[in-house]
């Protein structure tokens, strides 16, 4: 079943505003992550906050974890053209089969309006 | 430079053919992963590595055989092609016992059969 839910799919902002995309997930966490990805390519990490951290922050952005609405976000201040991408949530999470194991959601495409 | 590469970037093939996507990273990590994922959609994890000479079976049934005869390398084989195994492939790798799961990935393989 589907561990990590973006919202919204899809979000179109303009060059200097912030951008903001949630993902909910449904059973205990050792950790959630962000990864970003460039249309046609491979996932690059951004982030990672961890089952007992609430906030993070790394340069522009910033993620937040409530682990009792089993819900993240991740915000992106000041949003540039390059920012452009598919924004994924993944969650390591104890797959019951003695590892744990990171199941990704289905993504947010932002795109950032020069 | 620390890195994980994958080949071809792209590949058209007719149906029938046997084919193999190399994947190899230079960064010493035990755990390497294949995912599969259509365009726009959420990621599949069709195999998965700890260490040389494990394999296992991820979430989505795959007709696809990987191998890890050593640590930097995790091949994936597809015996006969078919129109339903176009996609884009992507390896992942991972350090092993840090608790973090942190995924480095490749660049992709965009696959068509025809």
């Known amino acids: 079943s589907q561990q990590g839910e973006e919202d919204p799919q899809a979000l179109s902002i303009q060059e200097g505003e912030n951008a903001t995309m949630n993902c909910s997930y449904k059973?205990?966490?050792?950790?959630l992550q962000w990864y970003r990805q460039n249309s046609g390519r491979g996932l690059v990490h951004l982030i990672l906050i961890r089952s007992n951290e609430r906030e993070k922050h790394s340069g522009r952005l910033r993620v937040t974890l409530d682990t009792s609405k089993k819900s993240s976000s991740l915000l992106i201040t000041a949003s540039r053209a390059a920012d452009t991408a598919s924004y994924f949530c993944a969650t390591d999470a104890w797959s019951g089969a003695g590892s744990y194991q990171l199941t990704f959601g289905k993504g947010t495409k932002l795109s950032v309006i020069p | 430079e620390a890195d994980i590469y994958q080949t071809p970037r792209y590949l058209v093939i007719g149906t029938g053919k046997k084919i193999t996507l190399e994947c190899s990273q230079t960064m010493g990590h035990d755990k390497m992963y294949w995912y599969q994922q259509d365009p726009g959609m959420e990621l599949h994890l069709i195999h998965y590595?700890?260490?040389?000479?494990?394999?296992e079976k991820g979430d989505l049934s795959s007709e696809s055989t990987v191998s890890r005869i050593r640590t930097e390398h995790f091949p994936l084989t597809l015996e006969s092609a078919r129109p339903s195994h176009t996609s884009q492939y992507l390896c992942?790798?991972?350090?092993?016992?840090?608790?973090?799961?942190?995924?480095?990935f490749g660049p992709g393989t965009r696959l068509t059969v025809l």
């Open positions: 590595s700890y260490g040389v000479n494990s394999t």
């Open positions: 992942a790798s991972s350090e092993a016992g840090n608790g973090y799961n942190e995924q480095f």
């Open positions: 059973t205990s966490i050792n950790n």
